[in-house]
C-alpha cells in the first residue's frame, strides 16, 4: 500500500491566448462572453445565443445536477482531440495541458458538435433535441469535458505557426 496521492488526471484546453505554465483557467469566461451580448434594434442576435440558452434549459430540465457551460472550463480529454477540435473551430488557438486544481471535480463527458454544428434544414425538432443529447446521450465521439473548477495550466503542447 502506498501512502502517494493518486496522479491527477489531466486534459486539454484551447485559448487564444499565450499563458505560462502555473496559470489559472477560471471556469465560466464562455459565460461572461454571453452576459456581454447586447442586442442591437434590428440585427437579431447570434444563432449561438440561441443554442446556448437551449443548452442551458435542457441541462435545467434533464441533468440538473451537471454543470452549467456557462459556468465551465471546457477541455478535452486527449491531445489528439484537442487537435482536431482546435483544427476544426479555432484554428489560431493555442493547446494547452491542463488540470483541476481541486479533487473530482463535477463533470460531464458531451459531443461538442451538438452544441456548435449548425442546426439541419428542418431545424425545428433538431433545436430541441440536440440540447437533450448532448445532456443524456454518451458522447461516443468530438468529446469535451466541462469541469465545474478553475484549471491550471502544466504546459503549452501545441502552437500553430
Known amino acids: ?58 441541462r435545467l430540465l434533464y441533468a440538473p445536477q451537471k454543470p452549467s457551460r456557462l459556468a465551465s472550463a471546457f477541455a478535452c480529454l486527449t491531445l489528439p482531440e ?12 493555442i493547446i494547452y495541458e491542463v488540470r483541476p486544481t481541486v479533487p473530482n471535480p463535477n463533470m460531464h463527458l458531451g459531443d461538442y458538435e451538438l452544441s456548435i454544428a449548425p442546426y439541419p434544414p428542418r431545424y425545428f425538432q433538431s433545436m430541441l433535441d440536440q ?3 448532448y445532456w ?15 484549471v491550471q495550466i502544466v504546459a503549452m503542447v501545441d502552437r500553430p505557426i
Open 1 to 58: 500500500m502506498s501512502d502517494q496521492a493518486p496522479p491527477v488526471p489531466t486534459y486539454f484546453h484551447c485559448a487564444p491566448i499565450e499563458l505560462g505554465p502555473g496559470s489559472i483557467i477560471n471556469p465560466g469566461n464562455w459565460g461572461r462572453i454571453f452576459d456581454l451580448y447586447e442586442a442591437q434594434p434590428g440585427s437579431g442576435l447570434p444563432t449561438n445565443v440561441f443554442k446556448e440558452a437551449l443548452l442551458e434549459q435542457a
Open 136 to 150: 443524456m446521450k454518451p458522447a461516443t465521439s468530438n468529446l469535451e469535458i466541462l469541469l465545474e473548477c478553475p
Open 82 to 93: 484537442a487537435i482536431a477540435f482546435r483544427n476544426k473551430h479555432q484554428k489560431t488557438n
Open 131 to 133: 440540447p437533450r443529447d
